[in-house]
Every structure is written in structure tokens, then in C-alpha cells.
């Protein structure tokens, strides 16, 4: 029986992607690497350090700056990124996520945010939920971030309970892949996530009626 939930932010809590897409297309504009919704859509669930790679590599720039101008780029993003977040208030969670958050907090499951920002604290406090979660995985924590298991098997620990007793939902292949790799229930959120127990086509659909359902 599932008694736990660890919950991805982006994208299924607040749809702070557009503001990663926002500010990341800036960078891209700056560095000369064409923006397009795949190199967009590709960027979703992956770190900050490995998204400007990711958008150099695109553009053929990979070679073209040190370390340590990398550093600077990336940080560029994030306070253009910090600008657009601190915008966002709990009218911003996603439709169907507050009623779920309330339903499970009613019936007494745990919850954790694993989230790969190292924003998701602020994120919570603008919308207002931080007190839903007993914890919020450290992504600096991590060696290795999603499709790698590693950032959902903490979740799992810092709930203390088995991998089979967890689920967690996502809305990227990458946070599937993490999830399923952890042996836990992976739910997914949005078209194209095959690998995904649990499926759901948009956040209102989300309840514990309706994954119990699907599990069968
Ligand atoms: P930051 P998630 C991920 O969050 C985003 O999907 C991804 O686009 C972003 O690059 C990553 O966090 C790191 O975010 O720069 O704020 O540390 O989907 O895992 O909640
Ligand atoms: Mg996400």
C-alpha cells in the first residue's frame, strides 16, 4: 500500500517551466543558439549546469567559454529566473494540486518535494505550501541528477518508508525514468509519458480515487 508521496515541482505543482524556458531562451539568444520548443522540452527536470550544456551543445558552442564564464551564464539565467518566480503567488499552483495536497494531508500521507531546482524552497514559500512537506530532497545533495534514481530513493529516505510503499509524479520522461529506476509507483502528468504506471492528461485529474484505479 502506498503510504507515501515525493512530488517533482515543475510542472506539477506550478508551471515554473515557463519561466526556466523564459530565462533560458534569453541565455540562448545571448550565447547564438537557436531556441526551439525540442531544445525547450529537452530541458525539463534537468539541472542548471546541465542545461547550459545542453543549450551551448545545440549551437555548437560547447568550447567557446571556461568554466568559469559557464558559472557566470548560469547565473545570468538564475537571476532572470529568480525575477519571474518571485511573481508567482498560490493562485499559480497548478488546477486539481492544492485539493489533492489537502487530500492527502486529510488522510495522513507523507510528502516530500524531489524537485532538481535548487529554487524549489522559494518556490513553495511564493505559493505558499511549504508546510505541506515534512522535507524537501537538497538537490546539491545528489550525485547524479534525473533519469538517475538517486534523487527519488531519497525521497523515499527522508520519508523513511520501502521504495514500494512511494510514489512520485513527474512530467518528464527524465523524472519517470528516476522514479521507476527507484522502484517506486511513477504517476505522470502530460501526453508521451509511456513508461508511467500511472497517467494522467493534465494536474485536475490528479486524486487518490483515480491512482488507485489505474493500480488496479
Ligand atoms: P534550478 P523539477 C527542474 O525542476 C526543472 O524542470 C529544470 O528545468 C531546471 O533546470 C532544474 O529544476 C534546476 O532548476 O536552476 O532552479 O536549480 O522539474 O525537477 O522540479
Ligand atoms: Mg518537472
Not at 508521496?5 to 506539477?12: P, Y
Request: proline letters at 4%; hydrophobic letters at 40%; charged letters at 25%.
Amino acid at each position: 500500500d502506498l503510504k507515501g508521496f515525493a512530488f517533482d515541482l515543475d510542472g506539477v505543482i506550478a508551471d515554473t517551466a515557463r519561466f526556466h524556458g523564459q530565462a533560458w531562451h534569453q541565455l540562448a539568444d545571448k550565447v547564438g543558439t537557436k531556441w526551439t520548443p525540442e531544445l525547450a522540452d529537452g530541458l525539463k527536470g534537468v539541472s542548471r549546469m546541465d542545461s547550459l550544456e545542453k543549450i551551448l551543445k545545440a549551437g555548437g558552442h560547447e568550447n567557446d567559454y571556461t568554466d568559469e564564464q559557464k558559472l557566470a551564464l548560469a547565473s545570468e539565467k538564475n537571476d532572470n529566473y529568480l525575477k519571474l518566480v518571485a511573481t508567482l503567488t498560490p493562485a499559480d499552483i497548478l488546477p486539481g494540486m492544492k485539493d489533492f495536497l489537502d487530500e492527502l494531508k486529510a488522510k495522513g500521507y507523507h510528502m516530500v518535494l524531489a524537485s532538481a531546482s535548487k529554487n524549489a524552497p522559494k518556490v513553495l514559500k511564493y505559493l505558499q505550501i511549504t508546510d505541506y512537506f515534512e522535507g524537501i530532497v537538497n538537490p546539491a545533495s545528489l550525485k547524479h541528477g534525473k533519469p538517475d534514481p538517486e534523487i527519488y530513493s531519497a525521497a523515499a529516505k527522508l520519508m523513511k518508508l520501502p521504495a514500494n510503499q512511494v510514489a512520485g509524479l513527474e512530467d518528464a520522461q527524465a523524472g519517470i525514468q528516476s522514479i521507476n529506476g527507484a522502484g517506486e509507483v511513477s504517476i505522470g502528468i502530460g501526453a508521451d509519458l509511456k513508461d508511467a504506471d500511472v497517467k494522467f492528461n493534465d494536474t485536475s485529474e490528479v486524486s487518490l480515487a483515480a491512482i488507485k484505479e489505474q493500480l488496479g
